[in-house]
């Protein structure tokens, strides 16, 4: 049964903070650029390290390893959030109390991307008393609409069988919703995940009325006028990570996945637009701005698992409305909103040739000079973990079976060492953005996989199962989007156990994302130590080191009631970090809130 713990006693309110827009969360992103800022600041250098719990929520039904990765919204005084069960709930944001349930009722078994949700999207008709609805897309390939107020279905709102919307071809494919929907006006947006073998599913870009759930638009992402070499019709490429809309001018961003099959290219010859793209649709229409590709053919699984961020770039004393994308390949490209040109030079770097008879691997990837690489991005004897002499001779005998040693080689039949490997570079979080100082915050990983083709999902480890690349494994940068130079750098997580054999703090693997606040505060879990952090956003210090039941793979929100701040974070465990064997604590059901006492 669901139950809630009050831990502690909601205190007078600390400070002065009137209440205002910024005393919400209204989008999984904040807002609808994806910037992941709050305004708020009672929270701050000087008392961070004093947060203590508020309340914490059980959702009372976990299922195996399933993670929660929801970022909670707060909207007109209503706390929303998804469980890892697939049920949507409705909390009281100042006590933790359920005010209602609703059960999607998700088929399991239709299900991937380890099952997982990301949120729920919050429209209204902007009537005082008027419509209030929350979008769901269900991990089974469904969208529902639900009024705010009472949790009940929407019987107006026509439930979206994705598979249908793709056509009778689909009606067994592996079609999944991760990602919270984008509402945009009155339509809304879901990204699809789908299958990455031969064979997938579409991931069509696809708008509905979120009055009545009919179709307005859609966006095929590979269209066969532009892979004119392809074989046969190609699959995937969906922007599962969700989307980011420019309300002002109309506009929605979308950073697509890459092309099926994954490592293994030859029904699929040639760039394969429009994956692994960052694109600028008109959201009114869905026609095509603008793109821009970050990975040609992708043979590495290298699509872009995270949604853009709108953010500013400040050239020559001008302001540029710009958006900037963090990739699983390792790299931070920032471009002109409203062109799509490139804000820093791009080079085109040379790629090896396939050995893999009828492959064609491109002959150059675009890599932005600035900023630099978030991780490494070639594998050599000189990365091979340094932890101890057993641990690099164990992966030093491993790499004599594996091809390695330079950027951009395509997949053999034994093997090919590849950095970043399958989390990422950047994991699917993506960034957050400061617009008082033009700074993006990204969390990532350095973990060397092993990619073969035909396809395996293997990490390069050591005996005990700690990455073979020498450490850090998990970071968090702060990057001047005016100069395109980092700020700071700082080691991401720590492995207890290792840090008590002498091992300086090695970081970990991380899932999830980034906020930042005017309380000049970084917040972040993501790491598999079963921890939440806060760094100062200005020198990246950690001020606050908080211990939860369980890794918290999802990305916080922060919002004010009666003028005091809180901060959530779902903290579950389970999940790829759980699968890969990066996460060894256990798994759990839990939110929890935090507030100065």
């Known amino acids: 049964m669901t139950s809630v713990v009050l831990i502690a006693a909601l205190a007078t309110s600390v400070g002065t903070m009137p209440l205002s827009a910024d005393s919400e969360w209204a989008y999984v992103g904040g807002d609808s650029g994806g910037s992941r800022y709050s305004s708020l600041n009672q929270i701050d250098v000087t008392n961070v390290s004093k947060l203590k719990p508020a309340w914490v929520f059980h959702t009372g039904d976990a299922k195996g390893d399933t993670p929660i990765q929801c970022t909670p919204i707060v909207v007109e005084g209503t706390m929303y959030l998804v469980t890892s069960g697939h049920r949507v709930v409705a909390l009281n944001p100042a006590t933790g109390e359920r005010k209602w349930t609703f059960d999607s009722r998700n088929n399991d078994a239709r299900s991937g991307h380890a099952r997982s949700s990301r949120g729920v999207a919050y429209w209204s008709d902007g009537k005082r008393g008027g419509e209030r609805r929350i979008l769901y897309g269900t991990p089974d390939g469904r969208i529902l609409s639900l009024d705010a107020k009472t949790g009940l279905a929407d019987p107006a709102f026509a439930t979206v069988d994705i598979r249908s919307e793709l056509g009778s071809k689909w009606k067994d494919a592996y079609v999944g919703i991760s990602a919270a929907p984008t509402v945009h006006r009155d339509v809304v947006v879901v990204g699809l995940a789908t299958g990455e073998d031969a064979g997938a599913a579409p991931g069509t870009i696809m708008a509905f009325s979120v009055r009545t759930g009919k179709r307005v638009w859609s966006f095929d992402v590979l269209p066969a006028s532009q892979n004119p070499l392809a074989k046969g019709p190609i699959g995937a490429g969906g922007a599962w990570a969700g989307y980011v809309s420019d309300?002002?001018?109309?506009?929605?961003?979308?950073?697509?996945?890459?092309?099926?099959?994954?490592?293994?290219?030859?029904?699929?010859?040639?760039?394969?637009?429009?994956?692994?793209?960052?694109?600028?649709?008109?959201?009114?229409?869905?026609?095509?701005?603008?793109?821009?590709?970050?990975?040609?053919?992708?043979?590495?699984?290298?699509?872009?698992?995270?949604?853009?961020?709108?953010?500013?770039?400040?050239?020559?004393?001008?302001?540029?409305?710009?958006?900037?994308?963090?990739?699983?390949?390792?790299?931070?490209?920032?471009?002109?909103?409203?062109?799509?040109?490139?804000?820093?030079?791009?080079?085109?770097?040379?790629?090896?040739?396939?050995?893999?008879?009828?492959?064609?691997?491109?002959?150059?990837?675009?890599?932005?000079?600035?900023?630099?690489?978030?991780?490494?991005?070639?594998?050599?004897?000189?990365?091979?973990?340094?932890?101890?002499?057993?641990?690099?001779?164990h992966v030093l005998k491993r790499l004599e079976a594996f091809r390695y040693g330079r950027a951009y080689l395509p997949p053999t039949r034994e093997g090919t060492v590849v950095v970043p490997g399958y989390f990422g570079g950047s994991p699917w979080s993506g960034a957050s953005f400061d617009p008082t100082t033009n700074t993006l915050f990204a969390n990532t990983n350095d973990l060397p996989a092993v990619m073969a083709n035909p396809a395996n999902y293997l990490f390069l480890t050591d005996a005990e199962g700690y990455p073979g690349i020498r450490p850090p494994w998990g970071s968090l940068t702060a990057i001047d989007l005016d100069t395109g130079k980092f700020r700071w750098r700082a080691t991401l997580g720590e492995y207890a156990e290792l840090t008590k054999r002498g091992i300086p703090p090695t970081g970990t693997p991380n899932l999830g994302g980034t906020l930042v606040t005017k309380g000049n505060l970084v917040f972040v879990g993501a790491t598999c130590d079963q921890t939440f952090r806060a760094f100062d956003s200005r020198s990246g210090k950690i001020l606050l080191e908080y211990k939860l039941p369980a890794s918290a793979f999802a990305a916080p929100s922060t919002y004010a009631v009666r003028g005091k701040q809180y901060v959530v974070i779902a903290a579950s465990g389970g999940g790829y970090g759980k699968t890969f064997g990066f996460d060894r604590g256990p798994v759990s059901d839990t939110f929890v809130c935090l507030a100065l006492p």
């Open 247 to 393: 309300t002002k001018r109309n506009m929605l961003f979308a950073s697509t996945g890459s092309a099926a099959s994954d490592f293994d290219g030859r029904g699929r010859l040639g760039d394969n637009l429009y994956a692994n793209c960052l694109i600028a649709l008109d959201a009114k229409t869905g026609r095509r701005i603008w793109h821009f590709q970050t990975v040609r053919h992708d043979l590495w699984d290298h699509d872009n698992a995270s949604s853009p961020v709108l953010c500013k770039v400040t050239r020559n004393r001008k302001s540029i409305d710009a958006v900037a994308v963090v990739t699983k390949s390792g790299f931070c490209f920032v471009l002109d909103r409203v062109t799509g040109k490139p804000l820093f030079d791009i080079r085109e770097v040379e790629a090896p040739a396939s050995e893999i008879e009828g492959e064609v691997a491109a002959k150059t990837q675009p890599e932005p000079v600035l900023p630099l690489p978030l991780s490494r991005t070639v594998f050599t004897q000189s990365e091979v973990t340094n932890i101890s002499s057993e641990a690099r001779s």
